[in-house]
């Protein structure tokens, strides 16, 4: 079992531009949450997928979307970068949204 | 809204020493509280998961208590080892299963 992978590992990107973020979960999981941590901050939830729809939203705004695959892999998509939009963002997955969940490395991004 | 908070922000100690990490949220209506590693530059690594009716759990040199009701959460690391260095965060979640983050405690173990 190959766990929760992400892709890609590093990115840099300028201001304006848009990302796609990739995240594939654990075998068997079904639930996908995704998550931005600022560097010395505890991750913040941007938003959760489950049966592909969005169930659960925190506090971020529309320039970040997603999107769960039939296989359950998920996208996070942000447009319209902003500096402060640099950060790791971690996916991580559970077998429904009460069970444990397991993250994968992360993707550090980093706007220009 | 749940928040929490990790003291200290910064823990420096020798090897072999026995230690407490604390951490304390102001919502005691959890469903259950996770205590997650993260090494630099790394994702998280779930340590112990304690359920609300739980008071505490352990898993080898680890162990977590929970006191619901004052809205605290210990994490005892015994016999500390070099290995043991990383930063140390606990994340509650409410009835929504949403996970809400403290910014985490940075343990180095001196040899």
């Known amino acids: 079992d190959a766990g929760v992978t992400q892709s890609p590992t590093h990115l840099i990107k300028t201001r304006g531009q848009q990302v796609t973020l990739r995240c594939s979960p654990k075998s068997g999981h079904d639930t996908v949450s995704w998550y931005q941590q600022a560097l010395g901050q505890g991750p913040q939830f941007i938003f959760q997928?489950?049966?592909?729809?969005?169930?659960q939203r925190g506090n971020f705004p529309d320039r970040f979307s997603g999107h769960q695959f039939p296989n359950y892999s998920s996208e996070l998509n942000v447009n319209a970068l902003l500096l402060g939009d640099s950060a790791l963002y971690l996916c991580?997955?559970?077998?429904?949204?009460?069970?444990?969940?397991?993250f994968g490395p992360g993707t550090r991004l980093l706007v220009l | 809204k749940q928040e929490v908070t990790q003291i200290p922000a910064a823990l420096s100690v020798p090897e072999g020493e026995n230690l407490v990490l604390n951490c304390s949220f102001t919502?005691?209506?959890?469903?259950?509280l996770q205590w997650f590693r993260q090494d630099p530059g790394k994702g998280l690594t779930s340590l112990l998961l304690i359920q609300s009716s739980q008071r505490e759990q352990t898993s080898g040199r680890l162990n977590a208590s929970l006191d619901k009701s004052s809205g605290r959460s210990t994490l005892y690391i015994a016999a500390s080892q070099p290995g043991d260095s990383a930063t140390y965060l606990c994340a509650p979640s409410g009835s929504n299963y949403q996970l809400i983050w403290g910014a985490g405690t940075k343990l180095i173990i001196k040899p």
């Open positions: 997928y489950y049966e592909e729809e969005e169930r």
């Open positions: 991580a997955s559970s077998f429904t949204v009460q069970e444990t969940q397991y």
């Open positions: 919502d005691s209506a959890i469903y259950n």
